[in-house]
């Protein structure tokens, strides 16, 4: 019974198409991955985290936040951050609206309703 194909309207549709695919897949993502390089020592200066060129400070001098280390990034966008950081009010509802009519106005563009 689960090696029937289901013929619809858009196509046809068989579950051991799908598995043998995925398995697929997951074989050659295994297959790329035992490419790279094996053995990466995390030790030195390859260990640590680039910080923009500086040194890392010790964890008793504190933390570095994530606006210092985007900084480059969110003062160069600053045009579009004006813009869009008001619009996020922390409410899901607001969010979900903002999907919702994304969706309306992508499936509108592309002609689906």
Same mark, same amino acid.
């Given at each position: 019974? %689960?090696? +029937?194909?289901? $013929?619809?309207?858009?196509? @046809?549709?068989?579950?051991v *198409?799908?598995?043998v695919?995925?398995?697929? @897949?997951?074989?050659? @993502?295994?297959?790329?991955?035992?490419?790279? +390089? =094996?053995? *990466?020592?995390? #030790? &030195?200066?390859?260990?640590?985290? /680039?910080?923009?060129?500086? #040194? +890392?400070?010790?964890? +008793? #001098?504190?933390?570095?936040? !994530?606006?210092?280390? $985007?900084?480059?990034?969110?003062?160069?966008?600053k045009? $579009? /951050?004006?813009?869009? %950081? =008001?619009?996020?009010? &922390?409410?899901?509802?607001? $969010?979900?609206?903002?999907?919702? !009519?994304?969706? @309306?106005?992508?499936? *509108?563009?592309?002609?689906?309703?």
């Open positions: 019974m %689960i090696a +029937e194909t289901l $013929y619809t309207g858009f196509g @046809a549709w068989n579950p *198409i799908w598995l695919a995925f398995v697929v @897949a997951l074989l050659l @993502a295994w297959a790329i991955q035992r490419l790279g +390089e =094996p053995d *990466i020592p995390g #030790d &030195g200066e390859s260990g640590k985290s /680039y910080i923009s060129g500086n #040194d +890392e400070p010790s964890p +008793e #001098d504190g933390h570095i936040g !994530g606006s210092n280390l $985007y900084w480059g990034f969110t003062e160069a966008m045009g $579009y /951050y004006a813009r869009v %950081i =008001p619009l996020h009010t &922390g409410c899901l509802t607001d $969010y979900v609206l903002w999907f919702l !009519g994304t969706f @309306a106005l992508l499936f *509108i563009f592309i002609g689906v309703i």
